[in-house]
């Protein structure tokens, strides 16, 4: 059974810092990445990361996030620094199959609330 569970979301003032993690199992994983769902707007794509380590960021968030994975341990981080309010949202992580990457799981999601 595949499963992805996020843990490292929370309340943290704007300016502040958090770190997310996802651990993955059940599966070989191809790109994993983070999405945000803000209440009110679309599900989009916030960052994401090839096996190879390649990396892609929304605009909104390049030069503060940072998103890296352990290959060994299926595991990926979302490192995100000088949040903004605009930042709260819940965040998902994904993962698509290595062999046929049309196959996608998600996470249950974690809550993130940037507010003073």
């Known amino acids: 059974q595949v499963q992805l569970v996020e843990s490292g979301g929370g309340l943290v003032q704007p300016g502040g810092s958090l770190r997310l993690s996802c651990a993955a199992s059940?599966?070989?994983?191809?790109?994993m990445g983070w999405y945000r769902q803000a209440p009110g707007k679309q599900r989009e794509l916030v960052a994401r990361i090839t096996r190879a380590g390649s990396t892609d960021y929304t605009d909104s968030v390049k030069g503060r996030f940072t998103i890296s994975r352990d290959n060994e341990k299926k595991t990926v981080f979302l490192q995100m620094n000088s949040l903004k309010p605009e930042d709260t949202a819940v965040y998902y992580c994904?993962?698509?199959?290595?062999?046929?990457?049309?196959?996608?799981?998600w996470g249950q999601g974690t809550q993130v609330t940037v507010s003073s």
């Open positions: 994904n993962a698509v199959h290595a062999i046929n990457p049309r196959v996608q799981y």
């Open positions: 059940g599966t070989i994983f191809g790109a």
